[in-house]
Nanobody
Framework: VQLQASGGGLVQAGGSLRLSCAAS????????VGWFRQAPGKEREFVSG????????LYADSVKGRFTISRDNSERTVFLQMNSLKPDDTAVYYC???????????????????WGQGTQVTVSS
C-alpha cells in the first residue's frame, strides 16, 4: 500500500481545509487508516483514525467536534475535514494505514505499517 496525502495549505484561523489520503493497492479497503501530525519541535501525535469499514472513528480530544474523518473505499481515499482551524493545528499531517485485519483502529503509531509523505497545514492567527 502506498499513500499520498494532499490538501494542506495556508488558512486563517477559523477556516477549513480538507485533507485527502489516496492509496494504491487492493488491500487498502481492509486497512484502518489514521491521521497524525507533527508540529515543529514536537513529537508526532495522533489526530484521528477510521476502521476499515468506516464504522469506528477516533479523534484526539484537541480536534473532537472540529475534525471529521471519512473514507471512500471505492476510491481508495480517506478524508479529514478540518473546520474551525486554530494556530495550534499548524503541523505536517501524515496519513498511515494499518494492515492488521481487526476491524478496529489504533491511536498508536506503532500499529501502522504504511505512511504517506505528509502535507503541510499552516493556520495563521
Amino acid at each position: 500500500v502506498q499513500l499520498q496525502a494532499s490538501g494542506g495549505g495556508l488558512v486563517q484561523a477559523g477556516g477549513s481545509l480538507r485533507l485527502s489520503c489516496a492509496a494504491s493497492g487492493r488491500t487498502f479497503s481492509s486497512c484502518a487508516v489514521g491521521w497524525f501530525r507533527q508540529a515543529p519541535g514536537k513529537e508526532r501525535e495522533f489526530v484521528s483514525g477510521i476502521s476499515s469499514g468506516g464504522s469506528i472513528t477516533l479523534y484526539a480530544d484537541s480536534v473532537k467536534g472540529r475534525f471529521t474523518i471519512s473514507r471512500d473505499n471505492s476510491e481508495r481515499t480517506v478524508f479529514l475535514q478540518m473546520n474551525s482551524l486554530k494556530p495550534d493545528d499548524t503541523a505536517v499531517y501524515y496519513c498511515a494505514a494499518d494492515k492488521t485485519i481487526s476491524g478496529y483502529v489504533s491511536r498508536a503509531e506503532e500499529a501502522y505499517d504504511y505512511w504517506g509523505q505528509g502535507t503541510q497545514v499552516t493556520v495563521s492567527s
